[in-house]
């Protein structure tokens, strides 16, 4: 803060007058001091200081209570700037609660969460380790189930696994290469070959004997392709002593069952074996 000039004498604390000379004077300037500042060149009422923001000198009162920060056009700048800026504040709605959010158009990106709901969001996050690696997993709570396995542990178990194709049938199917005894068939094939087995099983005990059957079932397939009522197999199951029992096989049933003994001809060929459970 700096004192003010007398503006009366001009900081000069003098004053000066011209007087018409007299036979008792003679003419000339008159000095006496400064009745403004007493003689000072100072105005006691007053103080000066720079502007802030330009460098301006700021003439205010010396009983102020806070002195000007600002000169008059500078003030005019920064209110100008502060309407600008609160112009660009606009008002949304939060998401998940519906509160309002204030945000500014010079942001790149439009807030749709606001700041509480984001904490809640935050607050549902929690670590875990990974029981192969132990390293750390991020998981939400909000997740029906809290993940054992970090994603490169999870990457390299995939990786194990390979796509083969089905002996069979050709089929795409995968295994593992840890796997020490890699399946050849399909989940599908393997099926039909238990339900084969069991199949087999089933007309064994249908056809019980004495004999053990020979371990080829069935020995041939026919396929009548008349139309779809009457398509039948053509059955055929051999025991160790000779005989061999035929049928048809129907989704509608079995039928035309049949006996025949290999090596014998005549009448004989075809009568059933003694201990024979179906004639």
Same mark, same amino acid.
């Given at each position: ?100 959010? /204030?945000?500014? +158009? *010079? ?5 749709? =969460?606001? %700041? &509480? @709901?984001? #904490? $809640?969001?935050?607050? !549902? ?12 997993? /991020?998981?939400? +709570? *909000? ?5 054992? =396995?970090? %994603? &490169? @542990?999870? #990457? $390299?178990?995939?990786? !194990? ?12 199917? /995968? ?11 399909? %989940?599908? @094939?393997?099926? $039909? ?87």
């Amino acid at each position: 803060m700096g004192y003010v000039n007398c503006r009366s004498c001009n900081g000069s604390g003098i004053k000066s007058v011209w007087r018409d000379g007299n036979r008792f004077q003679p003419a000339g300037f008159k000095t006496f001091p400064c009745k403004a500042c007493n003689g000072t060149g100072i105005n006691q009422n007053l103080y000066s200081k720079s502007c802030e923001k330009c460098g301006a000198e700021i003439v205010y009162p010396r009983d102020a209570s806070y002195p000007p920060k600002y000169c008059k056009p500078c003030k005019q700048t920064i209110q100008r700037e502060k309407e600008q800026k609160a112009a660009k504040w606009k008002e949304t709605r939060c998401k998940v609660c519906n509160s309002v959010i /204030k945000y500014n +158009t *010079d942001w790149n990106k439009i807030p749709d =969460t606001c %700041k &509480p @709901c984001i #904490e $809640k969001e935050r607050a !549902k996050w929690k670590t875990t380790n990974c029981k192969t690696c132990g390293a750390t997993i /991020k998981y939400n +709570t *909000d997740w029906g189930r809290v993940p054992e =396995t970090c %994603k &490169p @542990c999870i #990457e $390299k178990e995939k990786a !194990k696994w390979k796509s083969v194709r089905c002996k069979w049938c050709n089929s795409e199917f /995968k295994v593992n290469s840890e796997w020490k005894n890699k399946p050849e068939l399909c %989940k599908k @094939c393997q099926q $039909k070959i238990k339900d084969g087995q069991e199949e087999k099983a089933t007309i064994w005990r249908r056809f019980r004997r004495n004999h053990d059957p020979i371990d080829k079932l069935p020995t041939q397939v026919i396929w009548n392709r008349h139309d779809s009522a009457d398509t039948s197999h053509h059955m055929t199951m051999k025991y160790s002593d000779g005989y061999r029992v035929s049928w048809e096989a129907t989704k509608y049933g079995d039928f035309a069952f049949h006996w025949t003994r290999d090596g014998v001809y005549g009448p004989e060929r075809h009568e059933p074996p003694e201990d024979a459970t179906v004639r």
